[in-house]
T-cell receptor, first 114, second 118 residues
């Protein structure tokens, strides 16, 4: 069954710590995305990648970093520079870069501060 | 500046009746619109979409209407079923520039919680 796998489901971060959220897809999609969702708000784009070894900042990239070394994988690191990291993080992928191709989402990682 | 707004945080409907979820947008550059459905502890799943050159798209019980002049779209679910209870997000796409290439960037509304009572 093709899909997007995000891990872990829940993650706790200590002050000053970097944490990495995993996102793997087996849909053979070129484009991948990271979104953040806060209560009562829509999804906001953190980073976008349309091809291996290429990624672009979204609307709220400060305090986050990504890598795209393999087509299937797009991990997100929440650095200590992100002062308000508590949120629900969603990874998505799409066949191409057009907005007409629906994005497929993983089940998310909920990040909290210890 | 919220470019896509879903002004109703929640909607309660009786099973078998029509559910109407609304979405307003401000950006004239949006050229494609999508609805996603989200159950608790799961990621959103794509439901239905519509191009800006159309005013209606239908898929089974789901119909999306687009009024470009009013910058408004709505999702109709007929008949509503208890399994439709979920959060519904509308999203709008525009071409955005990133690193010398362009891509379809989605802007999401805040979501509407739909509850369908048996």
């Amino acid at each position: 069954d093709g899909g997007i796998t995000q891990s872990p489901k829940y993650l706790f971060r200590k002050e000053g710590q970097n944490v990495t959220l995993s996102c793997e897809q087996n849909l053979n999609h070129d484009a991948m995305y990271w979104y953040r969702q806060d209560p009562g708000q829509g999804l906001r784009l953190i980073y976008y990648s349309q091809i291996v070894n290429d990624f672009q900042k979204g609307d709220i990239a400060e305090g986050y970093s990504v890598s795209r070394e393999k087509k299937e994988s797009f991990p997100l690191t929440v650095t200590s520079a992100q002062k308000n990291p508590t949120a629900f993080y969603l990874c998505a992928s799409s066949m191409g870069r057009s907005g007409t191709q629906p994005q497929h989402f993983g089940d998310g990682t909920r990040l909290s501060i210890l | 500046d919220q470019q896509v707004k879903q002004n109703s945080p929640s909607l309660s409907v009786q099973e078998g009746r029509i559910s109407i979820l609304n979405c307003d947008y401000t950006n004239s550059m949006f050229d494609y619109f999508l609805w996603y459905k989200k159950y608790p502890a799961e990621g959103p799943t794509f439901l239905i979409s519509i191009s800006s050159i159309k005013d209606k798209n239908e898929d089974g019980r789901f119909t999306v209407f687009l009024n470009k002049s009013a910058k408004h779209l709505s999702l109709h679910i007929v008949p509503s079923q208890p399994g439709d209870s979920a959060v519904y997000f509308c999203a709008a796409s525009e071409w955005a520039n990133a690193g010398g290439t362009s891509y379809g960037k989605l802007t999401f509304g805040q979501g509407t919680i739909l509850t369908v009572h048996p």
